[in-house]
Nanobody, 116 residues
């Protein structure tokens, strides 16, 4: 079992930056593939970025080059640095941890609003 708690969301102007954090507990954090997903009102939840236990990253085309995912296994924490934010990035952002088998966990989500 893994518990995930996100933080760092808020209101930011277009072109601004935010850094989201996701703190994990309850299991061996380093063995999990970690990811960030988001869900905008009226839309399905979508993948933003993932990072493997070895540090390999993957990004959605819509955020590639603007967002950076990283992890600190010593702190059981994964981060999402979001730069050059756009209004269309507005969503609830969720942290995810998974590994092969029935092992998938979600955080409670944190709201990101990009607006002038």
């Amino acid at each position: 079992q893994v518990q995930l708690v996100e933080s760092g969301g808020g209101l930011v102007q277009p072109g601004g930056s935010l850094r989201l954090s996701c703190a994990g507990s309850g299991s061996i954090f380093s063995i999990y593939i970690m990811g960030w997903y988001r869900q905008a009102p009226g839309k399905q939840r979508e993948l933003v970025a993932t990072i493997s236990s070895g540090g390999r990253t993957n990004y959605a085309d819509s955020v590639n080059g603007r967002f950076t995912i990283s992890r600190d296994n010593a702190k059981d924490t994964v981060y999402l640095q979001m730069d050059s934010l756009r209004p269309e990035d507005t969503a609830v952002y969720y942290c995810n941890a998974h590994r092969p088998g029935p092992y998938q966990y979600w955080g409670q989500g944190t709201q990101v609003t990009v607006s002038s």
